[in-house]
């Protein structure tokens, strides 16, 4: 029963991890629940359209608005001003499109379960075909990541020659927002972002070795997903909020045991 909702859970905390180490380098926290939410808007405006949040064409409304979000995002990355962090844009961007959401939901009654359950998302209810889909998503994100993986790191780190920095900061924000599209249709906003954050927050403070911490990474969140899973399933918990408890108990577990012994 839970083996399929697991590897759903292992696959987000892998690609998750090495987005979230990206992030923190970056210093742009919110931006997962940023593009999340912007997915959360598509999927609301599409179903508005009439078209079925789990269809090709809901998916690309989605992925159009997530795109939308990576312009945004790369323009205000290299025209920010020190007295105006890119973290307040990425604000603003989120809870534009959760005001968004809500007031376009509060003119359907009946309607408010859907954003519940884009928030908070229902792991448990993952099917072979969406595990499948999302396996050849994260494979082509994850080999095109591979394949270039210095110069997305190189920019992440601000290394990168400035002809090139605009392009592949659009291609990184691009490439995580088609993977924030399908995760969130998933697991829900909040836990996409917890996959995101916690794991990685794991890996950085227990080892500097960047290869490291995206093992540690992936073993941090898959394990929290485990043990998350199975509390839900034994106590009724909702799965997705299970989860993210079961992160912020294993972080501060990990933020202890790295001041007992420092990396």
Not at 62 to 80: D, K, N
Not at 110 to 115: A, F, V
Not at 190 to 206: D, E, G, Q, S
């Amino acid at each position: 029963m839970l083996l399929i909702p697991f590897l759903a859970c292992t696959l987000l905390a892998a690609i998750h991890g090495y987005f979230g180490l990206h992030v923190l380098r970056r210093g742009v926290i919110f931006l997962d629940i940023a593009l999340a939410q912007l997915a959360s808007l598509g999927a609301v405006v599409g179903g508005i359209a009439g078209l079925a949040m789990g269809s090709p064409q809901g998916y690309a409304v989605s992925a159009a608005f997530t795109l939308l979000g990576a312009v945004i995002f790369t323009l205000s990355r290299t025209a920010s001003r020190r007295d105006i962090p890119q973290e307040a844009i990425i604000g603003i961007v989120y809870v534009v499109a959760a005001a968004a959401s809500i007031a376009a939901l509060s003119r359907f009654p009946g309607e408010g379960h859907q954003l519940q359950e884009m928030m908070i998302g229902n792991i448990l209810f993952v099917w072979p075909p969406d595990l499948i889909k999302t396996v050849i998503l994260y494979a082509v994100v994850g080999a095109i990541h591979f394949v270039f993986y210095r110069q997305f790191w190189a920019v992440s780190t601000e290394t990168a020659p400035p002809r090139q920095a605009l392009w592949w900061d659009f291609a990184f924000y691009a490439t995580f927002g088609l993977i924030v599209t399908s995760s969130v249709k998933l697991a829900g906003v909040l836990l996409v972002f917890m996959l995101l954050v916690a794991p990685a927050t794991a890996a950085v403070l227990l080892t500097h070795h960047r290869l490291k911490q995206l093992g540690i990474a992936w073993a941090f969140g898959s394990i929290c997903c485990g043990v998350g899973l199975l509390a839900a399933l034994r106590w009724d918990f909702p799965p997705g909020a299970a989860i993210i408890v079961t992160c912020g108990i294993g972080l501060l577990g990990v933020w202890v045991a790295s001041r007992i012994r420092p990396r």
